[in-house]
C-alpha cells in the first residue's frame, strides 16, 4: 500500500480524493453456463446463498446476453482506508442520499469504491468532493 492506512472517522473523510472510472459498469447474477466467463472479466464477485454475482463492464455483459443491473457509474475512494474504520461507509451513503443519489459501496483491502447511476456519476463525484472539503 501506497501511504498511510487511516482508520479515524474525519481522517478518512478529509482523504477521500474520489476519482470517476471510465465506463459503465453493471451488476448481474449469470446463469451456471456463463459463470467462467464472469469471473473472467469481473471486477468483483461475491457469492451470495442464491450463487454467484458479478460486478462487470456493462459492454462485457450486453456481449455475453446477460440481464443486468441499470449501468453504474464507478468512484474510487483513493483514501487508504482501514478494514476497521468506521464511519466512511455511513458518511458517503448519507452524504448521496441527502441528494437523492443511490450507491452500493464495495469494500476491497485498499479503497473503497462507490457505484452510482451511471447518469449521476458527475454529481456524486462532486458531492463527494464538498464532503472532503468540509472535513
Given at each position: 500500500m501506497s501511504g498511510p492506512v487511516l482508520r479515524?472517522?474525519?481522517?478518512?473523510?478529509?482523504?477521500?480524493?474520489?476519482?470517476?472510472?471510465?465506463?459503465?459498469y453493471v451488476f448481474c447474477a449469470p446463469?451456471?453456463?456463463?459463470?467462467?466467463?464472469?469471473?473472467?472479466?469481473?471486477?468483483?464477485?461475491?457469492?451470495?446463498?442464491?450463487?454467484?454475482?458479478?460486478?462487470?463492464?456493462a459492454a462485457k455483459a450486453e456481449a455475453l446476453g446477460l440481464e443486468?443491473?441499470?449501468?453504474m457509474g464507478w468512484i474510487i475512494l483513493k483514501v487508504y482506508s482501514?478494514?476497521?474504520?468506521?464511519?466512511?461507509?455511513?458518511?458517503?451513503?448519507?452524504?448521496?442520499a441527502?441528494?437523492?443519489?443511490?450507491?452500493?459501496?464495495v469494500a476491497a483491502l485498499r479503497h473503497d469504491h462507490v457505484f452510482t447511476p451511471l447518469d449521476r456519476a458527475e454529481e456524486a463525484l462532486e458531492i463527494l468532493r464538498a464532503l472532503q472539503a468540509k472535513a
Open positions: 479515524e472517522t474525519r481522517a478518512m473523510i478529509a482523504g477521500l480524493n474520489p476519482e470517476l472510472q471510465p465506463g459503465a446463469p451456471e453456463a456463463l459463470t467462467a466467463a464472469c469471473a473472467a472479466a469481473a471486477l468483483a464477485s461475491f457469492r451470495e446463498p442464491e450463487g454467484p454475482s458479478f460486478l462487470l463492464p443486468a443491473s441499470p449501468p482501514s478494514l476497521e474504520g468506521v464511519g466512511l461507509t455511513a458518511a458517503v451513503a448519507q452524504a448521496l441527502a441528494r437523492g443519489i443511490p450507491c452500493n459501496m
